[in-house]
């Protein structure tokens, strides 16, 4: 019998994850890896996390990934909160990789910015949060994706599940007792309804007293540079 995947890459079996169609990066989980096409996150395309609230573990559960890319710089696209430096630090990511953009108040102009930097290749990943984003941006963010092999993050409420994305994975992230439970919203591979709980380790400074912040220097939209908070 002929198999699917042996006919087109796109194509697998309901009961079995697809093969993924591009380059992935391990995610450090392995009971998070096995639950996804290729063995962790998907390069050059558009990753939809789903948050049920910010701080509930997002940067640890990406933590690995983003350790591995080296020295490649991470792209930190409109986050809720300034980024902190030691916190970040905590986490193994050099603060000098770290660039902080900040756009202006129009959405459009973040989703500029995001397009602009997916296509350019700078940068070895790129999370942007985004509150709302229609069908036809999230196309073009996903076809801007894959003109390289960044891995693109896109953090958005988790009441975004509803909607329909071209995103091939889509997660959603939900706090839990010592961890995290994941919900495997879209994946290319067959419907799981329970979530997998993930165990995460504390944040360094999340077991310590709060430490003061100073007030960062950041870049706009268009002129994109690296930014240090602490």
């Known amino acids: 019998m002929t198999l699917p995947e042996t006919l087109h ?12 169609a591009t380059r992935c990066q391990d995610t450090g989980f ?20 789903l948050v049920q609230q910010h701080g509930i573990g997002e940067l640890r559960l990406l933590q690995p990934a983003l350790a591995a890319l080296g020295q490649r710089p991470i792209v930190l696209l409109q986050p809720p909160h300034a980024p902190q430096a030691l916190a970040l630090a905590a986490l193994g990511l050099e603060p000098s990789q ?6 202006g108040a129009k959405a459009s102009d973040a989703l500029w910015a995001a397009e602009q930097i997916l296509r350019s290749g700078c940068c070895g990943a790129l999370l942007f949060w985004q509150k709302q984003a229609r069908g ?16 693109f993050y896109m953090l958005r409420p988790l009441a975004a599940a509803q909607d329909a994305s071209p995103a091939p994975l889509r997660l959603s992230l939900r706090p839990a007792a010592g961890g995290m439970d994941i919900g495997f919203v879209k994946r290319r ?12 380790t ?22 994109i540079l690296p930014s240090l908070v602490g």
């Open 136 to 151: 036809e941006t999230l196309r073009r963010l996903h076809l801007a994706a894959q003109s390289a092999d960044t891995l």
């Open 202 to 223: 504390p944040a360094l400074l999340q077991r310590h007293a709060p430490l003061d912040r100073s007030t960062p220097a950041t870049a706009s939209a268009r002129g």
């Open 9 to 20: 890459p796109s194509l697998w079996r309901a009961d079995q994850l697809a093969h993924s």
């Open 98 to 103: 770290l660039l902080w953009v900040r756009s």
């Open 30 to 49: 392995a009971a998070l890896s096995a639950q996804l096409p290729g063995g962790g996150w998907p390069q050059g395309t558009l990753i939809d996390l």
């Open 189 to 200: 591979g067959p419907q799981r309804d329970a979530p997998l709980f993930l165990p995460l």
